[in-house]
């Protein structure tokens, strides 16, 4: 659905060219949650604005549902910019206008009759239940409820496509839980593709289905969300995941040790029905070793679960041999644990 194919973005700021994307290749497929992350000055933010051309590449093509963006008139642009809705950090919200004057405010701009522009604030005020604030203005109303009438705005044209530039950063944590289960929501009932800008990978882990890891105006690692969490291969995305899954045991807990042979601790990952099975326990019961779990958590990654666990293996080498080997015919990926400091 979108495409950039060999995107450049380059400013010019006091005689120098400044390069904020270097030829990004990247496909979104219709009907998903995309995610791409990255820390700040990745140039992220720069990317979504492209895909309706609130900035236009140096070089490429922007290709949405079969348009190259880039090559339109003014009048067909704006036609193609009507399927794409933005919600953003800080909401952007009109602070002397209503609830119900914020959410028509695009229909009114596309020319809808009053008639059809309620029809459809009844529907979204619905939606985002909020009915009982129709009246309010935005400096009456919760971080949350700011976000959700930025979303039924969004959602006021039936935009086939949802960009969202780091919709959940100014939320608290519960807030941005029910904020991003109300976007999966809308992706899952309307079939709406939602692209979502963010620094956070909790965020990506609750919704997305795809991601793009950005660095320095470049993708440098792309896949779907359950292959990145659980096969990360480029460095900045390791430190990512490192935030939601423990990658590296830490040394505080390799100080409380009584036997403290780093070669004796190993990093167990469990994947789907691998972190459903008493497997270790099996290890525990057939081998003649000791077994000492140290740290272990698990997550969900669209729809599938992820578990990690550090253990301390003691025994004869032979036998810790066949035990991982037993481990790794079950599923599970066993290699020795680094040690975070």
């Given at each position: 659905?979108?495409?950039?194919?060999?995107?450049?973005?380059?400013?010019?700021?006091?005689?120098?060219?400044?390069t904020?994307?270097?030829?990004?290749?990247?496909?979104?497929?219709?009907?998903?949650?995309?995610?791409?992350?990255?820390?700040?000055?990745?140039?992220?933010?720069?990317?979504?604005?492209?895909?309706?051309?609130?900035?236009?590449?140096s070089?490429?093509?922007?290709?949405?549902?079969?348009?190259?963006?880039?090559?339109?008139?003014?009048?067909?642009?704006?036609?193609?910019?009507?399927?794409?809705?933005?919600?953003?950090?800080?909401?952007?919200?009109?602070?002397?206008?209503?609830?119900?004057?914020?959410?028509?405010?695009?229909?009114?701009?596309?020319?809808?009759?009053?008639?059809?522009?309620?029809?459809?604030?009844?529907?979204?005020?619905?939606?985002?239940?909020?009915?009982?604030?129709?009246?309010?203005?935005p400096?009456e109303?919760?971080?949350?409820?700011?976000?959700?009438?930025g979303?039924?705005?969004?959602?006021?044209?039936?935009?086939?496509?949802?960009?969202?530039?780091?919709?959940?950063?100014?939320?608290?944590?519960?807030?941005?839980?029910?904020?991003?289960?109300?976007l999966?929501?809308?992706?899952?009932?309307?079939?709406?593709?939602?692209?979502?800008?963010?620094?956070?990978?909790?965020?990506?882990?609750?919704v997305?289905?795809?991601?793009?890891?950005?660095?320095?105006?470049?993708?440098?690692?792309?896949?779907?969300?359950?292959?990145?969490?659980?096969?990360?291969?480029?460095?900045?995305?390791?430190?990512?995941?490192?935030?939601?899954?423990?990658?590296?045991?830490?040394?505080?807990?390799?100080?409380?040790?009584?036997n403290?042979?780093?070669?004796?601790?190993?990093?167990?990952?469990?994947?789907?029905?691998?972190?459903?099975?008493?497997?270790?326990?099996?290890?525990?019961?057939?081998?003649?070793?000791?077994?000492?779990?140290?740290?272990?958590?698990?997550?969900?990654?669209?729809?599938?679960?992820?578990?990690?666990?550090?253990?301390?293996?003691l025994?004869?080498?032979?036998?810790?041999?066949?035990?991982?080997?037993?481990?790794?015919?079950?599923?599970?990926?066993?290699?020795?644990?680094?040690?975070?400091?």
């Amino acid at each position: 659905m979108i495409q950039f194919k060999n995107i450049s973005k380059h400013y010019q700021l006091k005689g120098q060219t400044l390069t904020a994307l270097k030829q990004i290749n990247l496909d979104i497929p219709q009907g998903s949650i995309f995610g791409i992350i990255g820390y700040s000055g990745a140039g992220k933010s720069t990317l979504i604005r492209l895909i309706n051309l609130l900035e236009r590449p140096s070089e490429g093509q922007v290709i949405v549902n079969g348009h190259d963006l880039t090559a339109l008139n003014a009048a067909s642009l704006r036609q193609q910019r009507a399927n794409i809705g933005m919600i953003f950090q800080h909401f952007n919200l009109m602070q002397t206008k209503t609830v119900a004057a914020n959410i028509e405010m695009p229909m009114q701009l596309l020319g809808w009759s009053k008639a059809k522009r309620q029809q459809r604030l009844d529907e979204l005020l619905a939606f985002i239940d909020l009915e009982h604030k129709r009246n309010a203005y935005p400096d009456e109303l919760s971080g949350g409820q700011k976000q959700r009438v930025g979303i039924a705005r969004a959602l006021a044209n039936h935009p086939k496509i949802l960009l969202c530039d780091e919709a959940t950063s100014a939320l608290d944590p519960q807030t941005t839980q029910s904020v991003l289960q109300l976007l999966k929501k809308i992706n899952q009932e309307q079939g709406i593709t939602i692209v979502m800008v963010t620094h956070e990978m909790d965020v990506i882990e609750s919704v997305c289905d795809h991601v793009a890891v950005m660095e320095q105006g470049q993708v440098i690692e792309m896949g779907s969300t359950l292959s990145i969490f659980s096969q990360p291969q480029h460095p900045t995305t390791q430190t990512f995941i490192q935030t939601v899954l423990q990658q590296h045991l830490p040394v505080k807990i390799l100080n409380n040790l009584e036997n403290k042979n780093h070669h004796s601790i190993y990093s167990l990952q469990f994947l789907g029905t691998s972190a459903q099975e008493t497997v270790v326990q099996a290890v525990i019961k057939q081998f003649n070793l000791s077994l000492n779990i140290l740290f272990a958590n698990m997550t969900e990654i669209d729809g599938t679960v992820i578990g990690q666990m550090f253990v301390q293996l003691l025994g004869d080498e032979q036998i810790i041999q066949e035990a991982i080997a037993f481990l790794q015919a079950r599923g599970v990926k066993v290699q020795q644990a680094g040690v975070q400091a």
